[in-house]
Nanobody, 124 residues
C-alpha cells in the first residue's frame, strides 16, 4: 500500500491558478500510475487526469483539457496537478490515487490507494 498526502488546495477566484501536489510514501513511487479525481458536493467522484508510471502517457477529462496539466517527479515521489483558468465548476475536493504500473492506466476510479483529499474552491 502506498500512502498519499495531497496539498495545495485553497480558495481562489475564477481565472486564477493553483498547483496541487501529492506526496507518496511507503512503496516505490515509480511502480505506480497516478490519477487525480474530484468530488463536488452532491455529485459523484469523477476522473480529472492520470499519468503513467514513467510520465509518458497522460489522460484528461474533457472539461479540463487545455487548462490542467498532470506531471510527476519520481525522484521526489510526487505527482502534481497544475490548474489554470479555474472556473467555479472546478470547485471540489481533489484526490490523488495510485494503481500498480502492471495494470492499465485508467480513467476509472479503480485505483487501489487514495489520499485524504484537498479542497479547491473557485469563486466567481
Amino acid at each position: 500500500q502506498v500512502q498519499l498526502v495531497e496539498s495545495g488546495g485553497g480558495l481562489v477566484q475564477a481565472g486564477d491558478s493553483l498547483r496541487l501536489s501529492c506526496a507518496a510514501s511507503g512503496r516505490t513511487f515509480s511502480n505506480y500510475h497516478m490519477g487525480w479525481f474530484r468530488q463536488a458536493p452532491g455529485k459523484e467522484r469523477e476522473f480529472v487526469a492520470a499519468i503513467s508510471w514513467g510520465g509518458r502517457s497522460t489522460y484528461y477529462e474533457d472539461s479540463v483539457k487545455g487548462r490542467f496539466s498532470i506531471s510527476r517527479d519520481n525522484a521526489k515521489n510526487t505527482v502534481f496537478l497544475q490548474m489554470n483558468s479555474l472556473k467555479p465548476e472546478d470547485t471540489a475536493v481533489y484526490y490523488c490515487a495510485a494503481k500498480s504500473r502492471y495494470t492499465y492506466l485508467s480513467t476509472r476510479d479503480d485505483y487501489a490507494d487514495w489520499g485524504q483529499g484537498t479542497q479547491v474552491t473557485v469563486s466567481s
